[in-house]
């Protein structure tokens, strides 16, 4: 059965990405978005995690409190746009581990080329994020996965800022046990594979580049 994305609705969230989406926010600004919007999704794709009862002291008495299991956690961005959602998400996960995936898409073929992977030595013990602001053909993330997997991986999460149904149909048929996280679901991919409306080249964007 395919599954579906888990799309955010959160206000935040949704008036960042309206920022995000206008052809005339700045570099700086966008840069600064995409980490906002990163961060928050963090705090709803999260949610799921387990906690176990501790006690700490308080300056007046002993208090009942809940911590993370203890569960380890890595955070892939696919580079290179995938690296604008990094900061955002240490801001609120600062002890998680960082690995690197480099994908490009090749202008005459639309396929991932893979030409960088640096994962943590550990990641089979830890809960993955794949970070991406873009899910478009599927591809990228598609091979991501792959080699997430490939190390051993078995509790993987994709997080985008902007998803198109054909990237996501190619995602999840692929992958149906991960879960997959995004602020929109656009409508289609345009002959030169852009997500329409989406908000153009996020690398660029971010980077300055265009």
């Given amino acids: 059965m395919e599954q579906k994305a888990i799309i955010f609705a959160h206000p935040l969230i949704q008036h960042k990405l309206s920022l995000l989406r206008d052809k005339n926010t700045g570099v700086k600004e966008f840069r600064e978005l995409t980490g906002e919007i990163a961060m928050l999704m963090c705090y709803e ?4 995690l387990t906690v176990v009862e501790t006690t700490v002291e308080t300056p007046l008495a002993t208090a009942k409190t809940k911590v993370l299991s203890g569960r380890k956690l890595a955070i892939v961005p696919i580079l290179r746009a995938g690296l604008g959602m990094v900061d955002g998400i240490l ?15 090749d202008p005459n073929t639309s396929l991932p080329m893979e030409y960088y992977c640096k994962l943590p030595s550990d990641i089979a013990e830890r809960d993955v994020i794949l970070l991406d602001p873009m899910l478009a053909t599927g591809g990228s993330a598609v091979d991501a996965v792959d080699k997430v997997k490939a190390q051993g991986a078995t509790r993987i999460r994709f997080m985008c800022i902007i998803a198109a149904p054909e990237g996501l149909k190619v995602l999840t048929q692929s992958h149906p046990d991960i879960a997959v996280y995004c602020a929109a679901l656009d409508d289609y991919l345009d002959e030169n594979n852009y997500i329409v409306p989406g908000l153009g080249d996020a690398g660029d964007r971010i980077f300055g580049t265009k």
């Fill in 91 to 105: 801001q609120m996960i600062p002890a998680a581990k960082v690995g690197h995936i480099g994908i490009y898409r």
């Fill in 45 to 48: 794709a999260t949610r799921d």
